[in-house]
C-alpha cells in the first residue's frame, strides 16, 4: 500500500513538473508571438492565458476555480480506495492506478497555474484550416481527460467474479 502511494506521488511529480516545463517553454518562446502551425491546418501551438474553466468557461473566476480544485483533489484523495480501485491486483488496479497519477498530476499542474500566475496557460491549438478551432489546452488537460477516460472504462468494465456470479445465477 505505502509503495502505491509513494509510485504515485512520485510519478505525479514528475507529470507535473513535465508540465510546468512546457507553460515555461509557451511563456517564453509563444507569449506575443503569432501561432505556430506544426501540422499546417491541424495542429499548432498558441499562446493563451486562461482564466476560466475548460474552453474558456467561468472567465475571471479564477479563485473559485482554485478552491474547487483543491475541494475535488482533496475528495479524490478521501475516495481513493473507491474510485481508482486501491488494492485490487488485477487490470483494472493497474488502470485504476495510472487514473490516480494522472488525475492528481493533471489538477496539481493547473493548480498551481491558478496560484502563482492567476490564469492556466494553455498552448495546444487543434485545428481545421480556418474553418475549426478547438479550444487550447495544456499537458494537464491532457492529464486529466486521458484520467477521465480510463475512470470510464473501469466504470463499464465488470469484474470477472462479478460477471461469473452472474452467469451461475
Known amino acids: 500500500m505505502a509503495r502505491r502511494v509513494l509510485i504515485t506521488v512520485v510519478a505525479a511529480l514528475h507529470l507535473v513538473l513535465a508540465d510546468a ?25 498558441a499562446y493563451v492565458e486562461n482564466r476560466g ?35 485490487d491486483g488485477t487490470w483494472r488496479g493497474r488502470v485504476g492506478a495510472f487514473a490516480e497519477t494522472f488525475l492528481y498530476a493533471g489538477i496539481v499542474g493547473n493548480l498551481i497555474d491558478r496560484f502563482c500566475r492567476g490564469c492556466v496557460i494553455d498552448f495546444v491549438h487543434c485545428h481545421w484550416r480556418d474553418a475549426w478551432h478547438f479550444p487550447c489546452f495544456n499537458l494537464a488537460d491532457i492529464f486529466i481527460t486521458a484520467a477521465a477516460a480510463m475512470l470510464v472504462v473501469l466504470a463499464f468494465a465488470v469484474p470477472k467474479n462479478a460477471a461469473k456470479k452472474e452467469n451461475d445465477a
Open 21 to 45: 516545463v512546457t507553460k515555461e517553454l509557451a511563456v517564453g518562446y509563444l507569449k506575443g508571438e503569432r501561432p505556430v502551425d506544426l501540422i499546417p491546418g491541424f495542429f499548432g501551438l
Open 53 to 87: 474553466a475548460s474552453w474558456g468557461m467561468f472567465q475571471g473566476h479564477v479563485w473559485p476555480l482554485a478552491v474547487f480544485g483543491v475541494a475535488a483533489l482533496a475528495f479524490l484523495i478521501w475516495k481513493r480506495r473507491d474510485l481508482f480501485l486501491v488494492g
